[in-house]
């Protein structure tokens, strides 16, 4: 018998959580048993929904039915609303700091009827903070198809010999911990090696020449404490502003290693989209992404738990003081960036991603989890 399920969710949002949605909404859609209509919310300006095949939705949020079995929010706990005529109301949540009891979250997560989230960090914080009803630990879905596709060169470089490429995605902000890596790699790193580091990133309240700015500013602050001779920095290359799907993809296909040095993440998408792409991540102990991550498929991190100072986040509630993430070592982050490039070029090292299981992240998997 096919269920009826109403979905919520930041799906035409042009950020990691908006992608997030679109996973969760394109494997609900693919399930038989379900009849499913969408509505978006919107968090941001910075809106995708132009960028889409007009009709990609459209389906589902033309769909009406009577009565609905099943509510699914995707959202911040700030903005989950329990509605009592639907059968069961479900949040998918994404916790990235621990010590939450005290920022009024835990009251609005405690309506719902179930909760899901990416990690198993994620359910410790909620069960440490309070929260009582019942949570699922279910990955976020991928195509795997989508990542094992033939490479296709995403940079164009002069030299004939290809440098090792060290990435990374995500917003400029305190989170990321994208100044630690960029400090970490201008000081292992010199000219004579052959590497380059590449930063795709964004700030949804500033322009992205301005943001391309404060980048390079802040790396010159860097350079002025590292004191190097200025010919012995190695290459950083950065791109503000939006990638589609394609193009994100081809990154990764086109890459070597992604840094996931983060103080805090529920899932970690983008590094998880890295190891789909047989790339080798760099990742940060004791966070979400830390669920799947580990030291046989991926450079761990070693860190320890300080108090959370988050000057532009989206939600007024989230990043509190009161609230802790992990602050990455910077000396690892610079060792496990020796080791991945040293493994790219000692075929007698062992490639970390040949031990990485992506089968946990099918469709057909999380399909018999969900519904």
Known sequence: MKQNVFYIGHYYDNNGLGESCRRYLDCLSSIRKVNLTSRPIYVTYNSISKLHKSNQYNEYEDNKFKKYNILIQQTFPEYLEYHKEFGKNIAILEIETANIAASGRVDKINMMDEIWVGSEFSAKSLQLAGVF?????????YEILEYETE????????SEIRPFIFYTIGQYSEKKNIKSMIMAYLLEFNKKDNVRLFIKTND?????????????????????IIRKPADMYPDVDIVCGYLSKKDIIRLHKSSNC?????????FGSSAIEAALSD????????????????NNNAFMVNSIETKTVCSNSMIINAYTINETWFEPSLADIRNCMRKAYNARLDKTIEYKSENFDKTIFSHELIKTQII
Not at 151 to 158: I, L, S, T
Not at 206 to 212: A, F, K, R, V
């Open 133 to 141: 009803k019942p949570i699922k630990v279910i990955p976020e879905p």
């Open 279 to 294: 790339n080798q991540v760099i990742n940060t102990k004791n966070i979400g992404s830390a669920t799947y991550f580990n």
């Open 204 to 224: 949804y309240r500033i322009e992205n020449n301005d943001l391309e700015n404060i980048i390079k500013h802040d790396m010159n602050t860097i350079k002025n």
């Open 258 to 266: 992604y840094i996931n040095s983060v103080r805090g993440d529920g």
């Open 151 to 158: 490479k296709k060169d995403f940079f164009k470089y002069e």
